[in-house]
């Protein structure tokens, strides 16, 4: 089973890097994440606190705008395009099950994501080494974790939402733009509401559903076994669905 | 083999298959012929597990396809409709990585690459890119995936389809070799591949079985033994004379070709065949250059079936 699992993982990275758009997106985020790091220097240099610096590295707005736009253009092709070809057929005909054949492209799509985040890593080595020579100011491993923490979940839950569009049609474009239009506007919708002043439910629902509020709170170090929990629950019931999806179309 | 029980399936407001049931033994080569949109893709699809029907059961060599699915899975090759396969892989990649998620385990595959790749005439494209191949060379990769993990029922859904005559002969005599070891549903529109490579068929007309033979029950049926085409070399007015003793021959049509030879259309009695008439012809002292049974029957009769006004 765990063979056939890797087997089936190994292929989906290799298409993920068949395909020139991976190389696109990888160029065009870590553009944005040596924009986020020049600025975090600029500000240590202007005297800025590392912790309140470092929160550039996850949380500047272009990553955070971003994203919403990058990981639909990973994961529309995930199941779209096996529809299209007609490929679907030709794996859903062999012993393998629909659970082993989502979560190997879940997993392929979310090994992708950690690649876009790699730079960050880096930085914050390079950041960890200058603190070092400098002997001033020590990186907090705290900060760090609670960071990458919220990168992990968060990225859980997009592409989980992605995977999922890609279920419901055989256009990746389509796919795509689906997988846009939910997550900005969720984003949006919630950062919106978080900041209404007139409705304190409002407020209180979008600052508990946003993304933006939740990805500012990791990056200070606030890991809330809330928010890991809402976008672990988002994730498991969205890669359900896209499985149910696939039984349904087969009923 | 196969044991199916009244299916049905309904695609929204088309019924697209309804009340099929049919058995299949081991080793038998059976074609399930229809026009278009008989609903011969529904009734594969379902056979190879893809598809669920909404009414009935599929036993396949005895495990149920929805209780055992993975059991059944385990036991059929399945080439669909337009053979899909991934374009951006290479051929040798593409048949191990089939072999992997069906099962086939680590020390066979290399055996059964090797196998397969040599039935369906691949070792010498085993590393070029699937997409830069000919449809005819995808057919047989389909095909070749379809036997990588050695099922016991090949279920192949026009298996010919888009290739030229020459790629056709070629995947029939791959089908009639394969029938050899395997149990063989072929799906086609066809009706020569029918009477090329299957011993019985089921024919489906608006998501029913409406008839159901051997081919040459079908054959018999359309007294096709007894319709004979012969091409003679003798004067018409001498023939004329001839044929006025024998009592047991009716002549159908008559042609006089540009070479002065007899084209002849004979419908005989019951009783008499194609022998009959190369002994009567050698006993008359005729020059005979051509002596087949009349296949435009054959047609005739899968087509009456298909219009409902023939079967068993």
Known sequence: MIRTFMCLLKRELRVLFYTPLAYAVLFFFWLLSGLNFFWLLQQLADGERLTMALQLLFNGPLLTFSLPVVVPLVTMRLIAEERRLGTLEAVLTTPISEIQFVIAKFVSAFIFYLILWLPALIYCGVIHSLCLTQDVVFLDVGVLVASFTGVIVIGLFYNAVGLLMSAFTTNQVVAAIAGFAVLFGSLLLFMLMGYSTQYEVIRNLGQFFSTFTHMLDFSRGVIDSRVVLLYLGNCIWLIYTTIRILEWKRS | ?312
């Open chain 2, 1 to 312: 083999m196969i044991r199916v029980e009244a299916i049905s399936k309904q695609f929204v407001d088309v019924q697209a298959l309804h009340q099929v049931s049919f058995e299949v033994g081991a080793n038998e080569v059976v074609g399930f012929l229809g026009p278009n949109g008989a609903g011969k893709t529904t009734l594969m699809r379902m056979l190879s597990g893809f598809l669920m029907p909404d009414e009935g059961s599929i036993e396949v060599a005895g495990f149920d396809s929805i209780m055992d699915s993975q059991e059944v899975k385990r036991r059929i090759g399945y080439l669909p409709e337009y053979c899909p396969l991934y374009p951006e892989m290479r051929v040798d990649e593409f048949l191990k990585y089939r072999a992997v998620i069906k099962g086939v385990l680590g020390r066979r595959i290399r055996d059964r690459l090797q196998t397969v790749k040599m039935q369906c005439g691949l070792e010498q494209v085993g590393r070029r890119i699937i997409g830069q191949l000919s449809k005819g060379y995808r057919q047989r990769i389909g095909l070749a995936d379809a036997l990588i993990h050695e099922p016991e029922l090949l279920i192949l859904d026009e298996p010919t389809v888009g290739l030229d005559p020459h790629q056709i002969r070629q995947v029939r005599s791959l089908i009639k070799e394969l029938a050899k070891e395997h149990t063989v549903l072929i799906s086609t529109h066809i009706m020569q591949e029918v009477d090329a490579v299957c011993e019985r068929v089921l024919v489906i007309r608006s998501g029913e079985v409406v008839a159901a033979n051997t081919v040459d029950g079908f054959r018999r049926d359309a007294s096709l033994d007894r319709s004979v085409i012969i091409e003679i070399q003798c004067e018409a007015s001498a023939f004329n004379t001839l044929i006025e003793s024998v009592t047991w021959i009716d002549v159908v049509g008559v042609d006089v070709l540009t070479d002065d030879w007899l084209r002849l259309d004979l419908s005989l009695q019951e009783g008499y065949s194609a022998e009959s008439v190369f002994v009567w012809a050698a006993e008359s002292n005729l020059a005979l250059r051509l002596l087949q049974t009349n296949e435009s029957s054959l047609e005739e009769a899968f087509v009456a079936a298909m219009d409902g006004k023939a079967g068993s």
